[in-house]
């Protein structure tokens, strides 16, 4: 949109917060076409998933009375955890088909339709629709998420100095979305205003839960209806393979028996006994790291680095993603939900973290262009990431001091969205684009598959963190926040001291 035409505040705010299709984006210079189609499909894809992420654990919880599922807060931590784990873990197997069967392009087209089916099936009230629901979410998730990333890689070579600039401005694009969902879903599911309106016009406002939800799947079908009409104009990563061999099965094979192994490591370390199960998720990578370095292969080399950045980024997501669960709580329970004295759902906070990412965003993009080849090495900006994000826990522990006296002020969670945007702009955009620059030839969908898998494994932690939250006892919500912000400050001291080993090995060096 042009910044000379006249407009009106709402057309002004979108030319603020949305590129041109063409040329100079927000005026960071030239980028490929193709982003812009990208750009908007995920916005859209973004719209449908956080829209429903804003209301899921609290739809979970709530009472069966006022329209919910009743669930007790730790099973509802599970099942957010699981479905989150899910979500990511199906990216392995959805890259591996997108490399070997039937493109990127196809994937994301065949998933993003899968998802809307999702979405249609979570806004039809009963519980067997609820799990189907989410079912179909995880599925068409998996097949979509990593290979628009891989779309994206392929519109830059992988020495254009644009890639990471290129990557925040999708990231942008993901965040309007993740802005503008909860707002319309949030008002759907909890404004009394709405309710009222669906009393009114002879509808049940106890089920105000399920239009959000379908609210969130017209946006997934946006998304596709938007993909499908200039896909024809983006471009496939690699070749695709055509193999038939035993040798095809076999991969095929190996792909599902980690995929199913992952999954019911998921579901049996909730069961009580098998607690100790959950090790493995930290012991699993640290295994792939430890074979990758020490194999004299630049590829392996190369995978043992993709290991050290998803350690990183699984315990950035473990504590990041309580926005979903323990910080979607507090603003619901121990929260003042008003702004000069007009209520406002709770749900809308869940907005706060993507607006800052779109005010920040041209900042961060513009930095990283200015530095060009002198900006910080990707594991540098990885510790950075860490260490924002630990500052805006350590700022929830007077919060949750305060509550012990009654609801406390929504500044002090905006401030904590602030820090940890900072914190996921060092961080989320960067690994997309190291992933796809160090990915070895033919392996870019995969790669980009360890890469979510890294936020399925934090995205389990943290529903299992978030079933732990109590309203009940403020010291013991302190020290839990006081706990995860010095696990964060602890991973971004290893992450600097290792970045020198990280970078050699990101080279194929030893």
């Given at each position: 949109m042009s910044s000379h035409n006249n407009q009106g505040a709402p057309a002004g705010f979108l030319a603020s917060i949305l590129p041109a299709a063409r040329g100079s984006w927000l005026g960071l210079g030239s980028h490929p076409q193709g982003l812009s189609t990208l750009y908007f499909t995920e916005l859209w894809e973004r719209f449908s998933y956080y829209g429903m992420r804003a209301l899921l654990v609290l739809f979970m919880v709530a009472p069966v009375s006022q329209g919910g599922l009743g669930f007790p807060t730790p099973s509802a931590g599970s099942i957010y955890g699981t479905y989150g784990m899910a979500v990511y873990l199906l990216a392995l197997p959805g890259g591996f088909i997108a490399d070997r069967i039937i493109g990127a392009k196809r994937s994301v087209l065949i998933g993003g339709t899968t998802i809307a089916a999702g979405h249609y099936a979570l806004a039809w009230p009963s519980l067997t629709?609820?799990?189907?629901?989410?079912?179909?979410?995880?599925?068409?998730?998996?097949?979509?998420?990593?290979?628009?990333?891989?779309?994206?890689?392929?519109?830059?070579?992988?020495?254009?100095?644009?890639?990471?600039?290129?990557?925040?401005?999708?990231?942008?694009?993901?965040?309007?979305?993740?802005?503008?969902?909860?707002?319309?879903?949030?008002?759907?599911?909890?404004?009394?205003?709405?309710?009222?309106?669906?009393?009114?016009?002879?509808?049940?406002?106890?089920?105000?839960?399920?239009?959000?939800?379908?609210?969130?799947?017209?946006?997934?079908?946006?998304?596709?209806?938007?993909?499908?009409?200039?896909?024809?104009?983006?471009?496939?990563?690699?070749?695709?393979?055509?193999?038939?061999?035993?040798?095809?099965?076999?991969?095929?094979?190996?792909?599902?028996?980690?995929?199913?192994?992952?999954l019911a490591l998921a579901f049996l370390s909730d069961v009580n006994g098998f607690r100790w199960l959950r090790w493995f998720f930290i012991i699993i990578p640290l295994v792939g790291i430890a074979y990758g370095a020490t194999r004299q292969n630049a590829d392996a080399h190369r995978m043992a680095a993709v290991g050290v950045y998803f350690l990183a980024a699984m315990i950035f997501w473990a504590i990041f993603e309580q926005a979903g669960t323990t910080l979607s709580l507090f603003a619901d329970t121990l929260t003042r939900n008003e702004f000069v004295g007009m209520p406002f759902p709770s749900s809308w906070f869940q907005s706060a973290n993507p607006i800052f990412v779109i005010m920040l965003t041209p900042f961060v993009a513009a930095l990283w262009m200015r530095l060009g080849a002198h900006q910080p090495s990707s594991p540098v900006k990885f510790g950075l990431g860490l260490t924002f994000l630990a500052a805006s826990f350590l700022l929830m522990v007077p919060a949750a001091n305060y509550a012990a006296d009654g609801r406390v002020s929504p500044m002090w969670l905006l401030g904590l969205y602030f820090l940890f945007t900072v914190g996921e702009l060092m961080l989320s955009p960067v690994g997309l684009s190291t992933m796809t620059r160090i990915a070895p030839q033919k392996m870019s969908g995969q790669v980009l598959?360890?890469?979510?898998?890294?936020?399925?494994?934090?995205?389990?932690?943290?529903?299992?963190?978030?079933?732990?939250?109590?309203?009940?006892?403020?010291?013991?919500?302190?020290?839990?926040?006081?706990?995860?912000?010095?696990?964060?400050?602890?991973?971004?001291?290893?992450?600097?001291?290792?970045?020198?080993?990280?970078?050699?090995?990101?080279?194929?060096?030893?």
């Open positions: 629709t609820f799990y189907i629901g989410l079912a179909l979410i995880a599925i068409g998730t998996g097949l979509f998420k990593p290979n628009i990333s891989a779309l994206v890689g392929a519109l830059y070579s992988r020495d254009d100095d644009r890639r990471d600039a290129g990557f925040s401005l999708f990231y942008m694009g993901i965040n309007v979305g993740a802005f503008l969902a909860p707002l319309v879903t949030g008002f759907l599911a909890q404004s009394s205003v709405f309710k009222d309106w669906l009393s009114a016009m002879g509808f049940d406002p106890t089920q105000s839960w399920h239009w959000g939800f379908g609210a969130a799947g017209v946006g997934m079908t946006i998304s596709m209806v938007l993909f499908a009409r200039n896909m024809r104009h983006l471009k496939d990563p690699g070749v695709v393979a055509s193999e038939t061999s035993s040798s095809f099965r076999q991969q095929a094979g190996y792909m599902a028996a980690v995929t199913l192994g992952l598959g360890l890469w979510f898998l890294a936020t399925a494994f934090g995205d389990k932690i943290a529903g299992d963190i978030g079933g732990a939250f109590t309203t009940s006892d403020p010291d013991a919500l302190a020290l839990s926040f006081l706990a995860q912000a010095g696990l964060v400050a602890a991973a971004a001291a290893l992450m600097f001291a290792v970045a020198p080993i990280v970078r050699r090995l990101s080279e194929g060096e030893s």
